[in-house]
T-cell receptor, first 118, second 113 residues
Framework: DQQVKQNSPSLSVQEGRISILNCDYT??????FLWYKKYPAEGPTFLIS?????DKNEDGRFTVFLNKSAKHLSLHIVPSQPGDSAVYFC?????????????????FGQGTILTVHP | NAGVTQTPKFRVLKTGQSMTLLCAQD?????MYWYRQDPGMGLRLIHY???????AKGEVPDGYNVSRLKKQNFLLGLESAAPSQTSVYFC????????????FGPGTRLLVL
């Protein structure tokens, strides 16, 4: 049961245009959503996040939109640059309490390979 | 400041062999995590630790053991490797476990024949 899904395995965009990466989720208990970016042979790095009480968060060229009623979020990159070519993972956070401690569990989507052509 | 490092980068094992993956962080983070990434799937949490001397199970803990004897190190052990454990393993750490950003290592690619 995949609670976070990225249905597009890949996306190809021309430099300067907008890249839109999509993510759907099923669990209403998620309280934060994050996007991670991953280059080959490197670990994922945090890109941007959004609280479940917001519908938009912007950071430079990156904007994340959240539609709670549709359980859908998207990452917009404008303008896209060749250096943005990477795998993008959507992740959703839920609080887990176990053995007297708590932590923010991240549930990841499958990833979308973004290729930005010069 | 190296961040999160993982040793080794790549390893080939035969079925039934054992090995230990080492994760080290120099950011004085309390929380550490082990994930595996398989084709067509996102990262899945194997085990995590909320502090030195403590560990807990994640989503897919079977076949793995972990230890956190020192705050900066988190070890992942495979006692008897199986082909189903062929994967890329990522270690991560965070200052706390809440909204704190998780910082990932570069990964260890493991092939079990």
């Amino acid at each position: 049961d995949q609670q976070v899904k990225q249905n597009s395995p890949s996306l190809s965009v021309q430099e300067g245009r907008i890249s839109i990466l999509n993510c759907d989720y099923t669990n209403s208990m998620f309280d934060y959503f994050l996007w991670y970016k991953k280059y080959p042979a490197e670990g994922p790095t945090f890109l941007i996040s959004i609280s479940s009480i917001k519908d938009k968060n912007e950071d430079g060229r990156f904007t994340v939109f959240l539609n709670k009623s549709a359980k859908h979020l998207s990452l917009h990159i404008v303008p896209s640059q060749p250096g943005d070519s990477a795998v993008y993972f959507c992740a959703a956070r839920s609080s887990v309490y176990a053995g007297g401690t708590s932590y923010g569990k991240l549930t990841f989507g499958q990833g979308t390979i973004l290729t930005v052509h010069p | 400041n190296a961040g999160v490092t993982q040793t080794p980068k790549f390893r080939v094992l035969k079925t039934g062999q054992s090995m230990t993956l080492l994760c080290a962080q120099d950011m004085n983070h309390e929380y550490m995590y082990w994930y595996r990434q398989d084709p067509g799937m996102g990262l899945r949490l194997i085990h995590y630790s909320v502090g030195e001397g403590t560990t807990a199970k994640g989503e897919v803990p079977d076949g793995y053991n972990v230890s956190r004897l020192k705050k900066q190190n988190f070890l992942l052990g495979l006692e008897s490797a199986a082909p189903s454990q062929t994967s890329v393993y990522f270690c991560a750490s965070s200052h706390r476990g809440g909204l704190e950003t998780q910082y990932f290592g570069p990964g260890t690619r493991l092939l079990v024949l």
